[in-house]
Structures are given as structure tokens and as C-alpha cells.
């Protein structure tokens, strides 16, 4: 087992530096030169070279490269080319608010999909279950921001039930009164594909020959589907969680933006507006690192799901 | 005794069909998957239509009043319109007179008869369109379809380039193996490691900031594809490491066919269903990426209109009531993706008749 965790953690390195490679690549080679944007309309060559000076890209790219290697182990990344602020900063407020919003959508979505694909899996081929499914594919090919624009107008705006928009300094202020509504339609809209998914998972398991067994063992069909199948079909389900988890730390950048609030999601379409390159490479290694962690501790958390999964 | 030989007819040799002929045959008996075969037709050749300029070719002329009613609801009240209207009468009533002051009173006149002889056609707008009319009294309808072209033309050429990407390196990855494949592997471990949306935005901060990508609708479908390859890859890989060792590849390099040949040639076209599958459904994802990224404003430029720059007016036409862009947008979306995915499916099972 700790041989295994540290196999994995030393099969990162090349990951991490690929990703270190790609986003310097991005940015610091397409990228092209930021100080054309940061100058604007009226600038001079002076000031541009100034500028260029200061964000050090007039330096040779070895060099900014190992400026941006310094900056990712360091957690030092300078300060926004916008706000001024410290990245490190934005970073860390920033976070708080997209997880209020993301851990309840992560729980109320995974416990309403796993509730209903089981009992969607149990009447499969009936007239509801294709009802549901259909309702499903239609469901799915609406988009994200219809339901948003709707919603909002609807639940906020024509019935008042919940503030259009809005974030305060106070948790549970923020938890009561404004996150009720961006996370009814973060699970609204992502319950429709996590049913249809996991409903196949169950799928697959209801035919196997351990349920026939406990079936004929004369076992209660409820004491079936939720010791037999939904345990073994908790594997899948565990992976599909796992692929899913490293995203609630950007959130669902379009609720941030359509309800204001102050998320990291939010924050990297600002800074992609405003051309903010630190923000958004800062970003985008340390989501790629926390993924990579995540992964490593969904695949040990196997062993502990089943049983029969051993470490190579 | 030398009877006529008549030669006893052959049964005529029937040729064993094949997998694509296979599939159709199998897809046509299945009745979702030809309405959505035909549905997504009807948008294709209206996209053809929309491009060669047969249909929707006046999108951008204000034919009607500022947010124009729909004729099914032409009796309700415009207010909008009318406030516009009374702004454009206080603009056309005669001015203050301040000859006394005004140093350019003296020419006045002569203006006047110079302005008189230019013909200008005040075009009459009316005050219901088709399905509404937007602020600038836009039809909406010929607005959906042409918005529809560019937003099937870019998941159309955003899903090819990137089938096209995913199918080269998964190709080159499966069939080499060894160090193509160790390289190929840790590209795509870097590019899954970085959430999709981050790296979407990424791609996409940076194509605004160089202009490296081109103009109009080139940079989005390059950020596309360039980000969407990923998955197709892995799967092409899968196939290409099972069929690399099958007998009749081995066939082929004995008869003196050569790795490029063998490659594309041979097994290609034995796997090409798993990237025609692969295609379709990258053409609903890239379509719904297409309208989320228009609506923040890094997808198509504005001069243009797509479903996510109509859906980006809609959100603020919606609190006067205005609903029906949102709806025409929203709903000839819902169609095409509902049509599009189900036709996957149905692609799918014509292809593989073992996945059932």
C-alpha cells in the first residue's frame, strides 16, 4: 500500500512538469506579448518596454521558465496583472464561496441520482422507466444557460422566493438565503446525466448471478437491491464521483456569474476577460495537482470499497 | 450423344455485405433513429441553405419595430416600440429656432434644398414579425437559422478536427507502441490532469490575448478541438493495440504493405466506426461548449450570431418579457442536440450490434 501511494506519487513528476510545460507554453509562447494588452490604447514603446520589463517577458524563455517553476513551488505567483492583488490571495478567498455552493451540490446530486437510478434500474423496461429516460435525453439537450436565464427569472424574479443575486460576508447567510437557489439548478441540471449513468451501472449488476443466488436464497427484494446490487454497484459510481470531484473546485463558473458570486469560477472569467495570465496559469496547475491527488486517493479508496481490488 | 451442354443457371453470387451496409440496413429498421436522422438533415441543409445564402439571408435588416411582437400575439402592447418611436419623433421635430444666435442660421436653407435632393426610403418597419423581433427589430426567426448555421458548422468542424487529431495519435500510439506510445500517453495524462473547462479557458484566454488562432469562428473551433482530441485518443489507442496484432494485419505486412499503408489502409477502416460514433458525439458536446463560450463572450465574434450570443440577449429580454429569442434559441438547440444524441445511439447499436 505505501509502496503503491508512493509509486503513484513519483509517476506525477513527469505529469506535473508536463502540465508546468504546456501552460508556460500557453501563455508565455502563444500567448504572445501581454504587455500590448496591459498598455492599452495609448501607449508608447517606452511604456510598453517598461511594462515588458516588469512582468519580465522581455527576459529569454529559459529564464521565464524557470521564473514560472520558482513561482508554482514557492505558491508565489506575484500579484493580479489587473487588480494588483496578490494571486495567492484571490486563490484562497476565492475558494470559500465556490464550495459552499459545490460540496451540497455534490451531495444532494449523488444521493438523489443514486436513489432514483435504483429505483428507475428496479422497474427497468416499464413504461416509467422509459419515460424517465426519455424525459432524461430531452432534459439533457436544453442547455445550461436556458435553465439559468429561466430559473432565475422565474424563482427570483417573478415569484421572489429566493434573492436574484447576491452573496454576503456571512456563511450562513450565504448558505440560507443565497445558495438555495444556484444549487436547486446545479442539481436540477446534473441529475438528468448522473440518473441515466448510474441507472445503467445498476443495470449491469441486477443481471448478474449473485442476485439470482440471494433471489432464490428467498432474501427480500429490498434486503437485494440495497445489500447486493447497490454495494457492488458502488464501484462505478465511486470512479464516476472521483472524475467529477476535481471540477467543484472551479464550480460551475456560469451559476457564479449569472447569481454574482465571488467564486473561483467566477474569478477565472474575469481573469480571462481582463487578460489576467498569473491568475489563470496559478489556477490551472494547482487544479491540475489537485486532480491528480484526488485520483490517487479515489483509487485507494477502492480498497476499501472492494475487497478484491489489490495494489500492484 | 453430344447433347447441348446448357449450363444450369448459377445462383448469382451474392455479395456478403458489409459493415456499412450492415448499419444501414440496421439503422434504417430503427424508427428513433431515422426521425433523428432526418431531423438533423433538415438542420444540416439548413445550415447549407443559411451559408449559401438562400435562407435567412437578411438576418441583420431591421425589418420591424424594436422587439416586434410574434404575429400569434400581434394585439398585445409593445411598449418598448413605442417609447423608441416617441424618441425617433422628438429627434424629427423642427428645432428650436435660434437663427438669431446661430452663426450657420445663413445657410440653413441651402442645406435644406441639398438634403432635399438625396432620396432617402424611409423603409415602413412593422409591428409584428414572423416569430418577434429583437431590440434592433431583428426577425428572430432568421436569426435562429442563422445562428444555427454557425453554431452546427463550429461543433461540426470542431468534432472533425478533433476525430481527425485523436485518431492520428491514437493511431500512431496503438500501432507503435514504445516510445510514440510512452510520449502520446504522458500528452494526454497532462491534458486530462487539468480540469476540461480550465483548459478550455486557458485555450481560450490565450487566443484572445495573441490572436494566434486566427479570426472569426477559427479560434473556437481550434480551442475546441485542440482540447477535445483527449478522449477519442484513448479509445482509437484501445483499438489500434487489438487490431496491430489481428492476423490480417499480418497478412498485409507479408504481402509487402507498408506501416502507412497498414495503418490507414488497412486497419482504419476496420475501426472507423468507433471514431464515426466518436464524431457524432463530439458534435453535441462541441455544440453545447460552442453556446456557453459565445454567451461569456469568447466564442464567436460579435459581428456574428450564433444560439449562445441570441441566448446572451435573452437573459436581459426576458425581465421585460420578451421570450420569445430565448425560446427560439433554447428550443432549435434542444431539437438538434435531442436529434443529435439520439441518433448517436442509434449509430451505435447499427455499429456494434454486440454492445446490446
Keep these: 500500500m505505501t509502496a503503491y501511494v508512493i509509486r503513484r506519487l513519483w509517476q506525477m513528476i513527469p505529469t506535473i512538469a508536463g502540465v508546468i510545460l504546456l501552460i508556460f507554453f500557453l501563455f508565455n509562447w502563444v500567448g504572445g506579448d501581454p504587455a500590448q494588452v496591459l498598455a492599452g490604447k495609448i501607449s508608447n514603446p517606452e511604456q510598453i518596454a517598461n511594462i515588458r520589463k516588469q512582468l519580465g517577458v522581455d ?9 514560472f517553476v520558482q513561482q508554482v513551488f514557492t505558491f508565489d505567483f506575484g500579484r493580479s496583472w489587473s487588480t494588483n492583488e496578490e494571486v495567492s490571495r484571490i486563490l484562497l478567498t476565492r475558494v470559500g464561496p465556490t464550495l459552499t455552493i459545490m460540496i451540497p451540490v455534490l451531495i444532494i446530486e449523488t444521493s438523489l441520482a443514486v436513489l432514483f437510478a435504483i429505483m428507475v434500474a428496479y422497474v427497468r423496461g416499464s413504461l416509467t422507466d422509459r419515460g424517465i429516460m426519455i424525459t432524461c435525453t430531452v432534459a439533457m439537450s436544453v442547455s445550461f444557460l436556458v435553465y439559468i436565464i429561466v430559473f432565475q427569472w422565474l424563482f427570483g424574479f417573478i415569484l421572489g422566493w429566493f434573492p436574484v443575486q ?15 437557489l444556484p444549487i436547486m439548478l446545479a442539481v436540477f441540471v446534473g441529475l438528468a446525466p448522473q440518473l441515466r449513468l448510474y441507472r445503467s451501472f445498476f443495470l449491469d449488476e441486477i443481471n448478474q448471478d449473485y442476485v439470482r443466488t440471494a433471489r432464490a436464497k428467498g432474501l427480500s427484494e429490498k434486503k437485494v437491491m440495497l445489500k447486493h446490487v447497490l454495494r457492488n454497484a458502488l464501484i462505478p459510481i465511486l470512479t464516476n464521483i472521483g472524475i467529477s470531484l476535481p471540477g ?3 464550480g460551475s463558473f456560469l451559476l457564479e456569474v449569472f447569481f454574482s458570486i465571488p467564486g473561483l469560477g467566477r474569478e477565472i472569467i474575469t481573469a480571462v476577460n481582463r487578460s489576467d495570465f498569473p491568475v489563470i496559469k496559478a489556477v490551472t496547475v494547482y487544479l491540475a495537482v489537485i486532480t491528480m491527488i484526488i485520483n490517487l486517493l479515489v483509487d485507494v479508496m477502492y480498497k476499501y470499497v472492494d475487497p478484491r481490488v489489490s495494489f500492484k | 450423344m453430344s447433347a ?15 459493415l456499412w451496409s450492415l448499419a444501414w440496413r440496421r439503422l434504417r429498421q430503427d424508427a428513433v433513429g431515422m ?39 400581434a394585439g398585445s402592447e409593445n411598449l418598448e416600440a413605442r417609447s423608441m418611436g416617441a424618441k425617433d419623433a422628438a429627434a424629427k421635430a423642427p428645432p428650436v429656432d435660434l437663427s438669431d444666435v446661430d452663426p450657420l442660421a445663413p445657410r440653413y436653407k441651402e442645406w ?11 423603409t415602413k418597419r412593422s409591428e409584428v414579425l414572423p416569430f418577434g423581433g429583437d431590440k434592433w427589430g431583428r426577425d428572430v426567426l432568421q436569426k435562429a437559422i442563422k445562428g444555427s448555421e454557425v453554431s452546427i458548422f463550429v461543433g461540426l468542424s470542431a468534432a472533425l478536427l478533433a476525430t481527425l487529431i485523436g485518431t492520428m495519435l491514437g493511431a500512431a500510439a496503438g500501432y507503435w507502441g514504445g516510445w510514440a506510445n510512452d510520449l502520446l500517453e504522458w500528452v494526454y495524462n497532462v491534458f486530462t490532469s487539468i480540469p476540461y473547462i480550465l483548459l478550455i479557458l486557458a485555450f481560450a484566454a490565450v487566443a484572445a490575448t495573441s490572436g494566434k488562432f486566427g479570426k472569426g469562428i477559427l479560434p473556437i473551433v481550434l480551442i475546441l478541438s485542440l482540447t477535445g482530441w483527449t478522449g477519442i485518443y484513448r479509445l482509437m489507442r484501445a483499438e489500434y493495440i487489438k487490431h496491430s496484432n489481428r492476423e490480417y494485419v499480418k497478412a498485409a505486412q507479408a504481402i509487402g504493405a507498408s506501416n502507412w499503408s497498414r495503418m490507414f489502409g488497412h486497419i482504419l477502416p476496420n475501426v472507423s466506426h468507433v471514431s464515426l460514433v466518436q464524431l457524432s458525439q463530439h458534435v453535441v458536446g462541441f455544440i453545447k461548449a460552442e453556446v456557453i463560450l459565445s454567451f461569456l463572450g469568447f466564442g464567436v465574434p460579435v459581428d456574428m450570431v450564433s444560439w449562445g450570443t441570441m441566448l446572451a440577449e435573452a437573459q436581459n429580454e426576458l425581465v421585460i418579457g420578451k421570450w420569445w429569442q430565448l425560446f427560439a434559441a433554447g428550443a432549435s438547440m434542444a431539437i438538434l442536440v435531442t436529434a443529435f444524441s439520439l441518433l448517436t445511439d442509434s449509430l451505435r447499436d447499427a455499429l456494434d450490434p454486440k454492445l446490446k
Design chain 2, 4 to 18: 447441348v451442354l446448357t449450363n444450369p443457371a448459377l445462383p448469382p453470387v451474392r455479395e456478403s455485405p458489409g
Design chain 1, 248 to 250: 467543484i473546485f472551479v
Design chain 1, 59 to 67: 527576459q529569454p524563455y529559459w529564464y521565464q521558465l524557470w521564473v
Design chain 2, 112 to 122: 435644406e434644398e441639398r438634403a432635399a435632393k438625396i432620396a432617402v426610403t424611409e
Design chain 1, 166 to 180: 447576491g452573496w454576503s460576508e456571512s456563511f450562513w447567510k450565504n448558505l440560507t438565503t443565497y445558495a438555495p
Design chain 2, 35 to 73: 426521425v433523428s436522422l432526418v431531423v438533423v438533415a433538415i438542420f444540416i441543409a439548413m445550415m447549407a441553405g443559411s451559408y449559401f445564402g438562400l435562407i435567412a439571408k437578411d438576418w441583420n435588416k431591421e425589418k420591424g419595430v424594436s422587439y416586434a411582437n410574434p404575429s400569434f400575439l
